[in-house]
């Protein structure tokens, strides 16, 4: 009996060595670093995400589908990223800052840059990153366009890179002798005495946004654009600091300001003002806050140029399009819009996260609920964000390496 149990096993045994593929046959395959990572924040531009481990990923090309994620280096237990790329400077912006910035965990801000080698989105580089001296016990963090501003955790406001318009120190703004405004870098964190501690701070155009620990909204920079200041505040100047305290709105979570300034309040309303007319020879201005209305529990607001998004409590996307911006969408190509309206974005969902960029490879950057990253060219006012066939992502944030 054991003589056939032998046999038997045997026989299998050499069934199943032919059945098996020869070693050689099996090609060599890359080793994904670790299970896929969620996205648990990304850059204005999608050109810089943060894993859900800590790690920040970088990318080799800016633009399609083949986008080659890389780490960037020194980047550990990172909490948040902000920046954008050299793209969204103009031409007569100083150069030499760092583009990008992250917030370690312990409070500590350090900042890195990068260029791309083909056309300006491919074949590139990243410098490792370094910290920023003289900030320690950071909070929250914001950068846009080289302009880069922090919080601590005694509510002070701290500003570096590019001061364009007053963003960062509110002196009085020059312009050259063709009349372009002037910029200048600030290479080290300054203080910037905002009258209240703050818990929330944006790098808005034309004027930065601080939001206090009561919820008032604080505004500087962009001192000779009265179009888009608040009809009611309090102004507050403090030596060369000039500073506007928002009045006539419920305490804020948080703003955007492209143009326009639109806050979101505590309560999940969305409220605004300032020039709004892009198109149009005679701009109109509504200066007054006011509540948008017609629209979702809000809660978090982007803005770039000629687009505004605002993402709801359940992942619904809202846009708004500007009075006098052409519409190409079918039902209305060629059209112009005549009055501001508020459109449920259809071909995004369960949104978690979402930027608008400009100007940029990617217009539009988001993140889902599911920690997926999405990234979108912008076609034109209106239509920033395309059909969904024309949406990039998921993302791959895994880089990968051979063994």
């Not at 206090?212 to 030596?239: M, Y």
């Not at 605004?272 to 806050?289: D, L, Q, V």
Request: hydrophobic share 40%; with cysteine.
């Amino acid at each position: 009996m054991r003589q056939v149990q032998g046999w038997l096993l045997a026989t299998t045994l050499a069934i199943v060595l032919r059945l098996a593929p020869a070693a050689a046959e099996v090609a060599p395959t890359p080793a994904l670093i670790s299970a896929p990572h969620r996205a648990v924040a990304i850059t204005e531009a999608g050109d810089a995400v943060l894993r859900d481990d800590g790690r920040v990923i970088g990318f080799r090309n800016q633009t399609g589908e083949a986008k080659e994620p890389v780490f960037i280096a020194g980047l550990d237990d990172i909490v948040d990223v902000a920046g954008s790329p050299e793209d969204g400077l103009g031409p007569r912006w100083p150069r030499g800052n760092a583009y990008w910035i992250a917030l370690r965990r312990d409070g500590i801000v350090l900042q890195w840059d990068g260029h791309c080698a083909k056309e300006g989105i491919h074949n590139c580089s990243f410098s490792p990153a370094s910290v920023v001296p003289g900030l320690r016990n950071v909070v929250t963090i914001a950068s846009s366009r080289g302009t880069h501003l922090a919080v601590d955790s005694d509510g002070r406001a701290w500003g570096w890179g590019v001061d364009s318009q007053g963003l960062i120190t509110t002196q009085k703004v020059e312009r050259d002798r063709s009349g372009r405004l002037t910029r200048r870098l600030i290479k080290s964190p300054v203080r910037i005495p905002v009258p209240a501690p703050l818990k929330a701070i944006t790098v808005g155009f034309p004027h930065s946004i601080g939001i206090d620990r009561t919820g008032n909204v604080w505004l500087w920079g962009g001192i000779d654009k009265p179009d888009f200041q608040p009809e009611r505040s309090d102004l507050v100047v403090d030596d060369k600091f000039i500073a506007r305290k928002v009045l006539g709105i419920p305490p804020a979570l948080s703003a955007t300001a492209e143009g326009p300034t639109f806050v979101v309040t505590d309560g999940g309303e969305l409220w605004s003002w300032g020039t709004r007319n892009i198109a149009s020879a005679s701009p109109t201005s509504t200066r007054e806050p006011h509540k948008i209305e017609g629209i979702c529990q809000v809660k978090s607001v982007s803005s770039a140029s000629s687009m505004v998004a605002a993402v709801c409590e359940d992942g619904t996307v809202y846009k708004m399009i500007f009075p006098g911006a052409p519409v190409y969408d079918c039902e209305s190509c060629g059209k112009v819009v005549a009055a501001e309206r508020w459109e449920v974005a259809p071909q995004v969902k369960d949104i978690k996260v979402l930027h608008l960029a400009y100007p940029s490879n990617s217009a539009v950057s988001m993140i889902d609920h599911f920690g997926s990253t999405f990234l979108a060219p912008s076609f034109g006012p209106g239509v920033f964000l395309p059909p969904r066939d024309k949406i990039i992502g998921p993302v791959n944030i895994d880089p990968q390496v051979r063994k």
